[in-house]
């Protein structure tokens, strides 16, 4: 079959091909790569740079193995759209005394179970020790639990963005509706696009353009990333997470760079709608309210989070359980912040493959199974 | 460097990936050394008179009991039936040891009994000793299985790692990763595609018909549990000291299985398997050896995955679909579901 009619057919399976792995339409589309990865050089001067925002992304491109076959003037960096390694030192410490209180059953998804926190444990030492640690799918899951054990104070550990806040808000409305008391939500939801103001506010940046992330363009829709095309002038491209969807994305990228574009586009439109999911953004709006977040490395950025509003006061874990926040130092050495702002990759770090590994991580980064770190360790470079 | 015992043992040093292999070799090969345990294999090997046997033993823990596709005693006499065909015995006889918790319900245990009776059946094995205590309530989670089989190794066979040698095929019995998907949707009441079944079958049958068809051909045969394919090449590769190969566009992954393990976030090559096993054979024997599989019920996917390759360095290596290539590391600890 043609490459053409190939497509043709991925467009009947849009939602799963093996199409979306095709090795004779990855080499057209890498072929076209070459050509306008050269395109932009000549244009430009310069090496193009490419930060994949989100850690999905990040993963999928290592786990295809498709970093070597990137022309040489072509640069991934990997962006901060890793919750857990977003997630600041301090909150990951709130986390962890949320945790140790004895009343408490604390529900998290899996990837938190090994973040360490400043005092050098993380979930799974608390485990060890007694506390009670309940890993979910969904917050609906948690909500369960404590409908069945009212005697325990289950507390959610709200970590994500755009793509996960829906989800708790929905199990924070439950709760209130059926007047469930001993649930509640230490929230430390992180937004993106105040993320990719904060990358390019940073005079140092070199990014020529962003994959964006098609899951969290699933919820939020097109609009918030305009002033990223332009204000900035920078490329936008939300993209979907298959080989082939980030290799035309990529390709989209580099299209508008060459062509001296910039553009919001959206590869990941069989997904993504330009409004977004208008549920989960009313959801939203009803339970949390934008505010201060920090993040990693970073500190403390104007309204780059969500945290629960006035009116779900009573859900708020951190009220609840007046768990004081403070900032903590990133472990020493540790290039997590520097790798999540794409001024580094993993292989730049001292630390990495020797005193950092997945069994005794020190950043987060190599903890998530969205970390840069974890996807450069586990499928190599 | 001499490592030392962790302080405390966790869920992953249970979890059939690296950090199992360390408290093995930690404390276990240690304290119990010997050669035939050494040799860490699926099963071991001991002298009976001028004959060989395989002995082997594995416990069952897994929650829930009941699941779609096979129950906690039908795994439990095929775990050990393919413990030992893996290593081409003839399985004679296995062991069920019951650790119950007070109050579980009669029929439920009579129900997986049965299972365990069935799956013996399948396998032409019989269960002839048992063992049954009952601890109070709260100190087990409702039923524990341990079994323990023993078989007889025909004369001429003996597979091993150093057998391997460059240029052999690997060859992957079927699907991957349709127990652990199974086990994890019914565990968390994920509301995956029903068609996600375990895998558990008794192998025996199928893997004797491999060594008939390729006698001498078959290097290597490991059944495939926790950690899946990717921590048994990886434990592989290290110990003959050759790189493996894979395909990606080749491995049999069912579609189900597949779509649950990109939503949670999990590659089936780490997932476990009940019924399936890896065979190293000469590349010549490859076609044979996969005719025979396929006309067993449990081998009809099979399919010619990979290549054993000699490097510098021994890796395990995926060529993936879209061309590229990647490295395969063992398991690391438990595999967790992801955020987003």
């Known amino acids: ?381 | 460097m001499r490592k030392n015992l962790p302080e405390k043992i966790t869920l992953a040093h249970g979890s059939g990936g690296r950090l199992t292999r360390e408290l093995i070799e930690l404390l276990f090969l240690r304290n119990f050394s010997n050669p035939a345990l050494a040799r860490l294999e699926d099963s071991a090997e001991v002298a009976l008179g001028r004959e060989r046997a395989a002995f082997t033993t594995d416990s069952y823990v897994v929650s829930p009991l009941e699941f779609p596709g096979a129950d906690i005693g039908r795994i439990a006499v095929c775990g050990t039936v393919n413990d030992l065909a893996v290593k081409g015995a003839r399985p004679l006889a296995i062991s069920a040891g019951f650790i119950i918790e007070e109050g579980f319900n009669a029929l439920r245990l009579s129900k997986i009994v049965r299972s365990m009776k069935a799956a013996a059946a399948e396998a032409g094995t019989p269960i002839v000793t048992g063992d049954t205590k009952v601890v109070e309530k709260g100190h087990a989670d409702g039923l524990f299985i341990n079994t323990s089989g023993i078989g007889l190794i025909p004369r001429g066979v003996n597979l091993s790692c150093k057998k391997i040698k460059p240029g052999d095929a690997v060859i992957v019995s079927g699907t991957l990763g349709d127990h652990g998907i199974a086990v994890m949707n019914a565990r968390n009441s994920l509301g995956f595609s029903s068609a996600i079944r375990s895998d558990g079958a008794p192998l025996n049958a199928m893997l004797a018909g491999v060594l008939r068809a390729a006698p001498g051909g078959v290097r290597l045969m490991r059944d495939l549990t926790r950690g899946g394919l990717a921590t048994a090449l990886c434990e592989i590769s290290d110990a003959s000291g050759l790189s493996v190969e894979i395909d990606e566009t080749v491995v049999p992954v069912a579609t189900a299985t597949g779509n649950a393990c990109r939503m949670l976030g999990l590659d089936p090559l780490y997932v476990a398997n009940e019924g399936k096993a890896v065979i190293f054979a000469a590349a010549a024997d490859a076609a044979g050896i996969l005719s025979s599989l396929r006309k067993n019920k449990y081998g009809r996917k099979a399919v010619v995955a990979g290549r054993v390759v000699r490097e510098a360095k021994p890796q395990v290596r995926l060529n993936t679909a879209i061309g590229g290539s990647r490295i395969i590391l063992p398991l690391e600890g438990e595999q967790l579901p992801r955020i987003c």
């Open chain 1, 1 to 381: 079959m043609t490459a053409p009619a190939k497509l043709e057919n991925a467009e009947k399976y849009r939602f799963n091909s093996p199409l979306w792995r095709d090795k004779s339409l990855a080499s057209h589309a890498f072929a076209e790569m070459r050509a306008l990865t050269a395109q932009v050089s000549e244009r430009t001067g310069k090496t193009v740079n490419i930060m994949e925002v989100c850690g999905t992304h990040t993963m999928a491109i290592a786990s295809s193995g498709m970093r070597k076959l990137f022309p040489p003037g072509l640069k991934m960096l990997s962006g901060p759209g890793c919750p857990v390694c977003v997630t600041s030192q301090g909150d990951i410490d709130r986390i962890l005394s949320l945790a140790a209180l004895p009343e408490v059953t604390l529900a998290t998804f899996g990837d938190m179970l090994k973040v360490k926190g400043s005092g050098g444990f993380d979930l799974n030492h608390l485990r060890e020790k007694g506390a009670d640690i309940l890993v979910v799918y969904s917050p609906l899951d948690a909500l369960a639990f404590a409908r069945s054990n009212p005697l325990r104070q289950v507390v959610f550990a709200g970590v994500g963005f755009e793509t996960t806040a829906p989800l708790i808000a929905a199990s924070v409305l439950r709760a209130r509706k059926e007047k469930i008391k001993n649930f509640s939500v230490i929230a430390l939801f992180k937004l993106v696009p105040p993320a990719l103001k904060l990358l390019l506010s940073d005079p140092q940046n070199n990014i020529s353009g962003f994959l964006l992330p098609g899951h969290v363009s699933a919820i939020i829709g097109v609009e918030p990333y305009r002033f990223v095309a332009r204000g900035h002038k920078v490329p936008c491209v939300i993209t979907g997470f298959e080989p082939l969807d980030i290799l035309a994305g990529i390709n989209m990228l580099l299209r508008q760079l060459a062509r001296g574009r910039a553009e919001v586009e959206d590869e990941y439109y069989r997904a993504v709608k330009k409004s977004g999911n208008p549920t989960a953004i009313k959801l939203m709006a009803k339970v949390f309210s934008p505010a201060d977040a920090s993040w990693r490395a970073i500190g403390r950025v104007k309204k780059s989070g969500l945290v629960l509003s006035p009116e779900f006061s009573g859900f708020d874990a951190v009220r609840r359980f007046k768990i004081a926040y403070r900032e903590a130092p990133e472990p020493r050495g540790c290039l997590c912040g520097a790798i999540l702002m794409g001024r580094s990759i993993p292989p730049d770090c001292k630390l990495f493959a020797k005193a950092c590994n997945p069994s005794s991580a020190v950043g987060p980064c190599m903890v998530s199974s969205e970390g840069a770190c974890a996807a450069w360790f586990k499928y190599g470079g």
